[in-house]
């Protein structure tokens, strides 16, 4: 059972790009969250989405940041006219159903890199 | 609010030490799961234990121990014999046990173990 996937690993944008990251989550699994890492600091949560919809987006930035998980295919992550700042680690996890039984953990993938140029 | 609070920014010590990570959390819930996690220098996140609030009792896994005290709301992360493997960021974090899931993760201790 092949875990998160995220990709790509690596991305490297100039200031004013669009960056698009996928992350497909664990077979079976519906819930996807976003999760963010700047240099030398913590995770924060960025957006929690269900199939086609966002359930909290708490912590996404007002602007130039969109989520969506659509029906068919990997939970996107796009971030608008990149600037320096969202240079970062971007995680994502998934989780399955609540009626899958007994919360476990999040399931996180590997992460990808976005480096702004 | 939910907060998780890792004082210690980062540790050092000599290969075969034991060593002990804080954490420190603030929730208005009644029930919680607090978790750690490690992140090597590869950058994954690795999952190493999850704590029910309703369960106290300490746990052992090998070198690792964990000891909660939900009357001071802390969850600290002790290693006993460090080894050079063990240098790494840890990460504590505290999620509600209903609606989403979502961790708040503290800001991270960073393990340094030298040979």
């Known amino acids: 059972n092949a875990g998160v996937m995220q990709n790509p690993r690596h991305l490297v944008r100039r200031r004013g790009q669009e960056a698009r990251l996928r992350c497909s989550p664990m077979?079976?699994?519906?819930?996807v969250y976003w999760y963010r890492q700047l240099p030398e600091e913590g995770l924060k949560f960025m957006v929690y989405?269900?199939?086609?919809?966002?359930?909290?987006e708490s912590g996404m930035p007002k602007e130039r940041f969109s989520a969506e998980f659509p029906k068919e295919g990997p939970s996107i992550l796009r971030i608008q006219q990149v600037v320096r700042g969202d240079s970062a680690a971007y995680f994502c996890?998934?989780?399955?159903?609540?009626?899958?039984?007994?919360?476990?953990?999040?399931?996180f993938g590997s992460g990808t890199q976005l480096s702004v140029l | 609010a939910q907060k998780v609070t890792q004082a210690q920014t980062e540790i050092s010590v000599v290969e075969k030490e034991d060593v002990t990570l804080d954490c420190v959390y603030e929730?208005?819930?009644?029930?919680?799961?607090l978790f750690w996690y490690k992140q090597p220098p590869s950058g994954e996140l690795v999952f190493l234990i999850r704590?029910?609030?309703?369960?106290?009792q300490n746990e052992i896994s090998g070198r690792y121990s964990w000891n909660f005290q939900k009357s001071t709301s802390s969850f600290n992360f002790t290693i006993t014999a460090s080894q050079v493997v063990d240098s790494a960021v840890y990460f504590c974090?505290?999620?509600?046990?209903?609606?989403?899931?979502?961790?708040?993760f503290g800001t991270g201790t960073r393990l340094k173990v030298l040979a």
């Open positions: 704590r029910n609030s309703f369960d106290e």
């Open positions: 989405l269900q199939k086609e919809n966002i359930i909290d």
């Open positions: 974090a505290l999620s509600k046990v209903s609606g989403t899931y979502k961790y708040i």
């Open positions: 996890a998934s989780s399955p159903d609540r009626s899958g039984g007994t919360f476990e953990k999040l399931f």
């Open positions: 077979k079976g699994h519906s819930h």
């Open positions: 929730t208005r819930d009644t029930t919680y799961y």
